[in-house]
């Protein structure tokens, strides 16, 4: 590919950046990287990380026969080597962290090889990574368990496959369709990726051969695109193929069209992300300007990714639901126009060593950011999820709406975000949530703000059936405090024994509907009356026997699992 003709031929600024900074650039690079791997073990995890990476447990085990998934689910055959591999939850999910954090090393790679095949140095193609992951808001999400950080990578691949490839070969435009579909089946919002591109493709095609090898051309990715779209519907669907492919835009259409309603201030993310990470987006957009104006020296494979880059930005721009993950679809590609601010002021001293200062700043501010961001663990979300599972037996289920335990099924599948908490609490009792919550009681609850917020919807299930044993944790049981009779309407079946408040088991008779029986003992659901004689050390736990408890005799509130894991 000829790049004489660019807006980043080599200089004497970049002549004398290479001298001058190479490795300076080369070892912040390397701390970089090993930063978003102690990030990527070390940060909180975000309720939309368990659920997503959750769902690989389904595959070949529901999905599509007894479970039918709204959206693609692309993302959940990537996350199933990690349950393959880990060893319990805790283990699996920061496996899937791991894995994640390495897919995002591929698309640096593959970034760093946009920048060269646009015509950008070795160095200045390295100054694009490293701005990349001077974002905060690129290096604290790009390696959670999201759909976002795979998608991203297939739309990568892409743009690299088209700016270091002739466009005018058909098996070009096929490739990239069909990599623009990998990333659609990850999450359909990747549909912006695939219109930036397409229409990027179109501008370059109608420049240069007209409208009629536009419309090939377009017609072409599209063939391509669907071909990875058909095999998941047929390899998933058989013949319920046509099922699974409306799935692909019905759920999501109706996520888009009234997801954001139930979500105020969504907003102050555009203003966080820019005012955690202004330089950067300074150097950027100035980037992406001077090139614009630079238009008609621009190669065809610049002008594709220019019109990408900017099409990009107008739909994240527009997006309804702006949290902070959905930025890392346009960070990337944007910044690949940065180094065009390093010749500007050639020719004047002054002007250039203020553009250098800037990238510094940019990049050494950065890090102050990166190392304060550790204090953001996972430590406690971590050990709520051990306690969780060593309280659960092999095939016994939980409740927490948001899938925290990912090798363990929930008695309800319902994702409990705003919009279907507000329909819970609107259907009441007729709520599919209770329905099926009543119909299999959940060995376990775990408690977060998303049971709270259907606190008074779940209290009459809850109520006299469910022990708090930690401050987030509840299992079937009753707490007997004193000599007076207890009621405990028993939820499922099981096995219950006596401990004392340190959680030790108790040997003792007590007495079940006014009859003498010896713990522990098998009950049946429904309500019984409980009592003890007098003289026992209370309080007293009835829980499910043949566990391990401890500190039961703590009066426990739930305390906060997810508080500012998108404002810290």
Known sequence: MDITNTAYTSSGAADGLSARFHWVITVALCAKLCLLLILAYNTQFVMDEFWQFGQSKYLGDGFFDTIWPAKAVGYAVFYKPAHWLGWDAPSSLLLGRLQTALLAFGTLGLLFAIARALGQTRLQALLVI???????????????????????????????????????????????????GLSFLATQKAVYFNFSLGLGLGVAALSRGGLIAALH????????????????????GGWEAHTIFASLFKGPVEVATNGHSYYAGLETFYVQTVGRNLIPYLLAAFG????????????????????????MIVLIARHNQPWPYVFIMVIPFLTLWAPATLDIMKGHKTGTKLIYMLWAVAILVSFIRNVSYIENDNRAGLEIMRQAESLLDPGETYFDGIGMLSNFRESQRRWLDARQVHIANSDGERSDVMTKLRAAPPHLIIDSYRTQNLSDLLRPLLEHSYVRISPNIQVPGARISNAREVTFNVPLEQEFGLFDKTGKPVQ?????????????????????????????????FLLPGHKTYSNLHLEMVPVPIFEGVYTF
Not at 297 to 304: E, H, M, S, V, Y
């Open 130 to 180: 490293v701005l990349v992951l001077s974002f905060s808001t690129f290096i604290e999400r790009i390696f959670r368990t999201r759909s976002e950080p795979l998608a991203l990578f297939f739309a990568t691949a892409a743009l690299y496959w088209v700016v270091s490839r002739d466009t005018e070969r058909r098996k070009t435009i096929l490739i990239a369709g069909c990599l623009s």
């Open 217 to 236: 051309q377009g017609a072409i990715l599209i063939a391509g695109w669907g071909i990875p779209v058909l095999v998941y519907c047929f390899v998933f």
């Open 288 to 311: 992406l300007a001077i090139s614009a104006y630079k238009w008609r020296t621009l190669i065809p494979a610049q002008k594709i990714a220019l019109i990408s880059t900017s099409v």
């Open 508 to 540: 003792t008779t007590l007495l079940v509907e006014g009859r003498p029986v010896r713990v522990p003992f098998l009950l049946k659901p429904g309500p019984i009356r409980l009592r003890l004689d007098e003289g026992a050390d209370w309080p007293l």
